[in-house]
């Protein structure tokens, strides 16, 4: 199995909702992390997960809280987000931070929308 | 600093090679790598090179590496209709698990 699933695809909510989005993998991977993607733009680095611990924030807004229950789980709770918080949400995983080839294997992504 | 910079567009007929350029600043980039995205789809990593290497062949695909000029570039042989995408160039940094893209060349094919 080399496959990370995303759920939901879509997800549409307001800006007072709370909701979350989930990622998985199956390959025995210790690294995961959270890409966020604008139309046209490239997927700009949220954060990083190494064996369930955060090890990077790049300095992301609070209302986005990731959590990782275990090695397989990814998650990414939003709460009060803006309008311009609309975007790809994409989840990645690879095999661990001292791997030197180090491959991420994305996620079809979820695709937010905030009203 | 780290940035990576490509052209956002290029269309090329079927059966004809495409090559897609992207240049990039942090000399101490280790690892380069080729990323496609299509439509409403993540990224899937087609290649990769190790920043000592200056050529890397797979099947259609060929990178080439100008460390001097921090210069890369992806050569698609005999481009197909399933090759049009967004392609992405990235940049590993050392040991870091941080991957900078560049924002992507949209590739077309016209049949």
């Known amino acids: 199995d080399t496959e990370v699933t995303q759920t939901p695809k879509h997800l549409v909510m307001g800006m007072t909702n709370k909701k979350s989005l989930k990622c998985e993998q199956h390959?025995?991977?210790?690294?995961m992390y959270w890409y966020k993607q604008k139309a046209k733009k490239p997927p700009e680095l949220m954060f990083v997960?190494?064996?369930?611990?955060?090890?990077i924030n790049e300095s992301v807004p609070s209302r986005f809280s990731p959590e990782c229950p275990n090695s397989s789980l990814l998650n990414l709770h939003l709460h009060a987000l803006q309008p311009e918080d609309s975007a790809l949400y994409l989840c990645?995983?690879?095999?661990?931070?001292?791997?030197?080839?180090?491959?991420?294997?994305f996620g079809p992504g979820t695709r937010l929308t905030v009203l | 600093g780290e940035d990576v910079e490509q052209s956002l567009f290029l269309s090329v007929r079927e059966g004809d090679s495409s090559v897609i350029n992207c240049t990039y600043t942090d000399s101490s980039s280790t690892y380069l790598y080729w990323y496609k995205q299509e439509p409403g789809a993540g990224l899937q990593l087609l290649t990769y090179i190790f920043s000592n290497m200056d050529m890397k062949q797979d099947q259609r695909l060929t990178v080439l590496l100008n460390k001097k000029d921090k210069h890369l570039s992806l050569r698609i042989a005999d481009t197909q209709t399933g090759d049009s995408a967004i392609y992405f160039c990235?940049?590993?940094?050392?040991?870091?698990?941080?991957?900078?893209f560049g924002i992507g060349t949209k590739l077309q094919v016209i049949p």
């Open positions: 990235a940049e590993r940094v050392g040991g870091y698990q941080k991957v900078t």
């Open positions: 990645a995983s690879s095999q661990d931070e001292t791997s030197v080839y180090n491959e991420q294997f």
């Open positions: 997960y190494s064996y369930e611990k955060l090890s």
């Open positions: 390959m025995g991977h210790r690294a």
